[in-house]
């Protein structure tokens, strides 16, 4: 009898030659997972070099959406040609060696040959991901033993899929990246896809290239340990580093992404480094009374050096800090001395969240220091943000805020027009050429302060202790304020194109 129910699909593999259903399920549900994986890790790997941006986002999403693509119409069409038992091992073994490699060549490729990045970025997910994504159709014809049973199967395998990729997603951010470093989370994954190989090549005897990618991964892993790049800690949104001062015994940098951070004297906090940092003093100094204690708000933490220098300076004050990476957090106490500080709370948690708890009237200063040099909390620098910071401030209150930006500044003219709206009175300080009081010098960028409040400012002791503190910095206001502001765009909750604004890092700058 020759029924359809029984008859074995053309060019497919015959009765009894089929693959396991629990084994097929498995093996489309690691293989999923793992592409998956590799994407949100390669967002971590690329963000000290690219920063962690829409455009770095999108490419690696499209990059690991070419892959599943390729993957599964070349996987398909090669298992039409080739017995697809002899697929399944190489695919797995293959993505295993490329996945465990990949931290110890991205990161020598950004050190050494940064032009290159970009292609051995792309190498490097689009290789795997389409190794791992043919894995599905490879397992979907050795399932399909009957055309009774296309429907059946191909649905099943495609849920088994997706459900893998959702808990490739889910425990890669919630658990993996927390709990591990990003090295230490491709060789692990590389290990298991090669131990899949040789599982299956065990089953079917068709393939002896194991034993050859194990020592791959062993190479893997100890390339890791010498490539550039390592980390002191690796935490849910940086690779951060502490590095001590050559000059200054009690002095340590925080690194964060390969950026100097902040900078801090573990035995006098009031010592200050970078110049921003010196005229957030100045222009907080002169805005209050000295010595008068503060209640503060500050967006961001970083090494908490303005929190120490206040505590220092005004005893008394309540510093409450929201920084959203507990990583940083835990590099303060462990590497930065932070031990318990008299009046310094930190909340992990985002700013925008932090800030909205905060009671109306409630600080006298917030500290906006949450932007770095390649990457900007776009939610942090809106109309609606900067009118929850003037909600907060009492009347007398100031908002001073770091900004770093470079080329036309356009991301920092954008915020800046945006407190103008919000606040009675603004200013930027900078370098002159930066900020258009020097029109001999083509401005280069870096750190600007940007002070905001519903009172005067105290324009010319503000220039005086940038002068005492000697910043080099001036004071823009008043219509060379406006002429450097220009046409730039307000930013807003539904239109902040912050990543496409905020240009390139310079090695001049860093803060």
């Not at 298992?79 to 990949?102: E, F, I, N």
């Not at 040959?113 to 792309?122: C, D, E, Q, R, S």
């Not at 106490?333 to 909205?356: A, C, F, K, N, S």
């Not at 409630?362 to 809106?382: C, E, I, Q």
Request: hydrophobic share 45%; charged share 15%; glycine share 12%.
């Amino acid at each position: 009898m020759t029924g359809l129910s029984s008859s074995p699909v053309a060019g497919g593999t015959p009765r009894g030659q089929g693959l396991g259903s629990r084994t097929a399920a498995v093996l489309v549900f690691v293989s999923s997972s793992a592409v998956l994986v590799v994407e949100i890790v390669a967002l971590r790997l690329l963000a000290p070099y690219l920063g962690l941006t829409l455009e770095t986002s999108t490419m690696v999403i499209g990059i690991a959406l070419t892959a599943i693509a390729a993957g599964s119409w070349l996987g398909g069409r090669i298992a039409d040609q080739v017995s697809p038992r002899r697929l399944l091992g190489p695919a797995l073994g293959l993505s295993g060696a490329v996945v465990a490699l990949t931290p110890a060549v991205l990161r020598t490729t950004a050190e050494w040959a940064p032009a290159a990045l970009f292609l051995i970025a792309g190498l490097t997910i689009l290789v795997p991901g389409a190794l791992l994504s043919a894995v599905t159709p490879i397992v979907t014809k050795l399932r399909l033993t009957s055309l009774a049973e296309t429907g059946t199967v191909v649905g099943r395998l495609s849920g088994v899929g997706t459900v893998g990729a959702i808990f490739g997603t889910v425990l890669t951010g919630f658990v993996l990246v927390s709990r591990f470093p990003v090295s230490g989370i491709l060789i692990g994954l590389g290990i298991v896809l090669v131990i899949g190989s040789a599982l299956v090549e065990w089953r079917t005897r068709g393939w002896t290239g194991t034993p050859a990618l194990t020592l791959v991964i062993v190479a893997g892993g100890l390339a890791t340990t010498v490539a550039p790049g390592g980390c002191d800690a690796e935490t849910r949104y940086h690779c951060a580093t502490v590095v001590a001062d050559p000059d200054r015994d009690s002095g340590r940098t925080l690194v964060l992404d390969g950026l100097r951070h902040s900078y801090v004297d573990l035995d006098d906090p009031t010592f200050l480094k970078f110049t921003y940092v010196r005229a957030l003093a100045s222009a907080v100094d002169t805005a209050f009374p000295e010595g008068d204690p503060l209640a503060a708000y500050h967006l961001g933490g970083g090494g908490l050096t303005f929190p120490r220098y206040l505590a220092a300076t005004r005893p008394g004050t309540r510093s409450l800090v929201s920084e959203i990476d507990s990583g940083v957090v835990r590099v303060n106490h462990d590497h930065l001395g932070l031990g318990p500080q008299p009046g310094i709370d930190v909340r992990t948690e985002d700013g925008r969240l932090g800030l909205r708890r905060l009671d109306t009237d409630s600080r006298n200063l917030v500290v906006g220091d949450a932007f770095g040099g390649v990457s900007v909390p776009w939610h942090l620098t809106t109309e609606e943000a900067m009118t929850d910071v003037r909600r907060v401030l009492t009347p007398d209150g100031l908002y001073a805020a770091n900004l770093i930006d470079h080329g036309t500044l356009a991301f920092a003219r954008a915020e800046v027009a945006t407190l103008s709206k919000t606040f009675e009175h603004v200013a930027v300080l900078g370098d002159p050429a930066d900020i258009g009081l020097d029109p001999t010098t083509t401005p280069e960028g870096g750190n600007l302060v940007v002070l905001a409040a519903d009172r005067p400012l105290d324009l010319p002791a503000i220039q005086e202790a940038l002068n005492s503190r000697d910043t080099g910095w001036r004071i823009a206001t008043g219509d060379d304020l406006t002429s450097w502001i220009g046409e730039a765009q307000l930013l807003t909750d539904d239109y902040a194109p912050v990543d496409q604004l905020l240009q390139p890092y310079s090695p001049r700058s860093g803060h």
